[in-house]
């Protein structure tokens, strides 16, 4: 079983490049063939994988992040629609919101839900 939360490396190893991954769901969006829950993760995972190296003290980069991150959350415990083990609600993720986020991609990339 994996141990969760699992690190960056760890649960964006299959994910593609950013370029690929921003261009990917800005067309499914247009399309109109992407859940919101699939679009929330997405567009959480891929800032947090745009901010890995960004200074701690950037104001900015942080608002950002923490802006998708914690609208994924709100959906994912309005909806139940959470997969990983540890809940929406769980400690873990006040400490380390983008764990929650590591956790729902490293489970959704596994199924292979890429279209």
């Not at 649960?11 to 490049?17: C, H, K, T, V």
Request: proline content about 6%; charged content about 30%.
């Amino acid at each position: 079983m994996t141990d969760f939360p699992l690190s960056a490396d760890t649960a964006y190893i299959s994910a593609p490049n950013l370029q690929e991954e921003t261009e990917e769901i800005l067309r499914l969006r247009r399309a109109g063939t992407i859940s919101d829950r699939d679009w929330l993760l997405r567009h959480a995972a891929l800032t947090d994988r745009q901010t890995l190296g960004a200074d701690p003290a950037d104001g900015k980069v942080r608002t950002s992040l923490r802006t998708i991150v914690d609208k994924l959350i709100a959906f994912d415990a309005a909806n139940g629609t959470t997969t990983g083990p540890r809940a929406t609600d769980d400690p873990a993720w006040t400490a380390d919101p983008c764990g929650y986020v590591r956790q729902e991609y490293a489970i959704w990339a596994a199924r292979d839900a890429r279209p």
